[in-house]
């Protein structure tokens, strides 16, 4: 299954609408620590998959918002 990952580095120790620990989310879930999420979204309780091929499409987002970046991974098909 195509799964896209998010790694989110916070400003605050903890996300003010989740707090710590596993949850589940609309497509997929999420693991709030201090300072930090993992995201994965992977079709969750909606069903929807990812847009993605085992070749091309999104993969993985790496999110400081801490120095305001975005770095995104992904592949595309020849």
Do not use: C, Q
Not at 15 to 39: A, C, E, M, Q, V
């Amino acid at each position: 299954m195509a799964k896209t990952a998010k790694l989110t580095f916070r400003v605050n120790a903890r996300s003010p609408k989740y707090g710590y620990g596993f949850h589940s989310i609309n497509n997929g879930w999420r693991l709030d620590i201090p300072w930090h999420s993992l995201t994965v979204f992977d079709g969750g309780k909606d069903g929807k998959k990812t847009i993605r091929s085992s070749r091309s499409g999104l993969r993985w987002i790496v999110e400081n918002n801490r120095k305001r970046r975005v770095r995104v991974s992904h592949n595309v098909a020849a």
